[in-house]
């Protein structure tokens, strides 16, 4: 066992934690303090925690694993899709859902529908793909804990769940956000220091992309796969920011809808630059220094091996990947505890549970969720990003038509709603499980299958429509109401 890596690996959870205890009083007064910071997170922080909580254990393991594997070309395909989709989720969803103040994507399919069974399909498939989202970075901190620290993968694997459990649950959503900004940082200094060093020791970023293609042509290849694969890399992550409910969240926590677009601009920015020098320069190196890695999640790992033997380093080297992973796990932990809690369990068994009782079923599902993680981790599948991909697939399927069009279409119904996300997300599964489509393509036709038909179902029922709801839809339009909260602030 590598003792110093440890201790440094160690003092970083250690400042979690105890951050999660800093906040902790503040939490324990009020529900929106627990799951949404009480509104009033500011431009800056939530920048870096959304770009945290998107730049995952994925981002530095998984993804490096996925361009050493399938080459570069693919891999930008798919992250291009959210360079391109945060842009297009600040236009699209960020007011709006802002304005709205709800705490959930749920409670806002809730009150736009009203409509029960989708009440409940949508909490589970969340609750599915969110657990299936843990599991991924969970493995990535295993991975990284053999290598780097010499303990035992399942030890890593329980140690990481349980910090990131303790902290969220006792912290809730101010918890994760300050140590996201925290775990942000972290991450993109050590990505770019990697990178950097990579570049310097092949003659620059050409020099790299030419050495390392010479190494594995592939790797700078897109005839290898199917243009419809690309497309449907490039879709899926597209869609992601304004579905997938971790990231969903942060635009809750905005003190204003202002400053909710321009968390999704900025986050994005940071998360390019990361993405794209890291993954030329660390699939490149990859290719040349370990041309026949058993497991492609490890080349990060071996790369920042070979250019920092610096065991100072090293220990830093964990603590941005652990950063990694509970920057998004936190996240994601606490939005499986909002849909059990919030949509599940208040809405349909205690109605009418007061402050102390949301906060305290927050702690227990918090803790279920967590062991839950833990337990399906053990025995991860290879290829990090393919595993977290489809799980954000299946949630673009179910949730993107009833969201974008409960939001801009005023006839959208109860019922187009429910058939939409079930026709979505079934189509996805089956095409996911029987079909011989090439990998990520599935969305291209489950996606555009759920508005034909939401569209068709809705035109069909529209005396279910209810004013009083399209009349608070359209205040979410609304700019004065950013305008009152700002007057409010001063």
């Given at each position: 066992m590598k003792t110093l890596e440890l201790a440094i690996t160690l003092g970083y959870i250690v400042i979690c934690i105890l951050i999660g205890v800093w906040v902790s009083r503040r939490v324990s007064e009020s529900s929106d303090d627990y799951w949404v910071a009480g509104r009033k997170i500011g431009t800056f922080t939530n920048s870096w925690a959304i770009m945290a909580a998107l730049g995952s254990g994925g981002s530095i393991l998984g993804v490096n694993g996925l361009a050493y594997k399938m080459g570069i070309p693919y891999t930008f395909a798919m992250y291009a899709g959210a360079v391109a989709g945060f842009p297009v989720a600040a236009i699209l969803v960020a007011r709006q859902l802002r304005n709205f103040r709800v705490r959930t994507v749920p409670e806002f399919?809730?009150?736009?529908?009203?409509?029960?069974?989708?009440?409940?399909?949508?909490?589970?498939?969340?609750?599915?793909?969110?657990?299936?989202?843990v599991v991924a970075q969970l493995k990535a901190a295993g991975v990284t804990a053999v290598y780097l620290l010499g303990i035992p993968y399942k030890t890593a694997v329980v140690l990481t769940a349980l910090v990131f459990t303790l902290y969220v649950s006792i912290g809730g959503m101010w918890a994760v956000t300050l140590t996201d900004v925290l775990q942000g940082i972290l991450m993109v200094v050590m990505v770019v220091i990697v990178s950097i060093a990579v570049f310097m020791g092949f003659g620059g970023v050409a020099g790299t992309v030419q050495q390392g293609t010479a190494a594995f042509p592939a790797l700078g290849a897109v005839v290898d796969k199917p243009v419809i694969s690309y497309a449907g890399a490039f879709m899926v992550w597209f869609i992601a920011a304004c579905t997938v409910p971790h990231l969903v969240m942060r635009v809750f926590t905005a003190r204003d809808a202002n400053s909710a677009r321009l968390s999704l601009n900025y986050s994005m920015l940071i998360y390019a630059v990361m993405i794209f020098f890291g993954v030329i320069a660390v699939a490149s190196a990859g290719h040349i220094l370990f041309p026949d890695l058993a497991d492609a999640d490890t080349v990060f790992l071996k790369v920042m091996e070979h250019y920092m033997p610096s065991r100072i380093m090293a220990g830093l080297a964990v603590a941005a990947v652990m950063a990694a992973v509970m920057s998004t796990t936190d996240a994601l932990i606490l939005a499986v505890s909002s849909a059990v809690v919030n949509d599940i369990y208040k809405k349909h068994f205690n109605p009418g549970a007061d402050e102390k009782t949301i906060f305290k079923m927050?702690?227990?599902?918090?803790?279920?969720?967590?062991?839950?993680?833990?337990?399906?981790a053990l025995n991860p599948p290879k290829l990090l990003t393919m595993l977290y991909t489809a799980a954000v697939g299946l949630l673009g399927s179910t949730l993107f038509a009833p969201i974008i069009l409960g939001i801009w279409w005023k006839k959208a119904t109860s019922q187009g709603a429910l058939w939409g996300c079930i026709s979505g997300g079934v189509s996805y599964l089956y095409l996911l499980w029987f079909s011989s489509m090439p990998p990520l393509s599935?969305?291209?036709?489950?996606?555009?299958?759920?508005?034909?038909?939401?569209?068709?179902?809705?035109?069909m029922t529209q005396s279910a429509v209810d004013a009083k709801v399209l009349e608070r839809v359209a205040l979410g339009h609304e700019r004065e109401l950013e305008a009152s909260e700002a007057r409010a602030r001063s």
């Open positions: 399919l809730d009150f736009r529908f009203n409509n029960k069974l989708l009440n409940i399909i949508v909490p589970l498939v969340i609750l599915i793909c969110m657990e299936v989202y927050g702690l227990v599902v918090t803790w279920i969720a967590g062991l839950l993680a833990i337990y399906f599935h969305v291209l036709v489950s996606i555009p299958l759920s508005f034909v038909v939401f569209f068709a179902v809705s035109l």
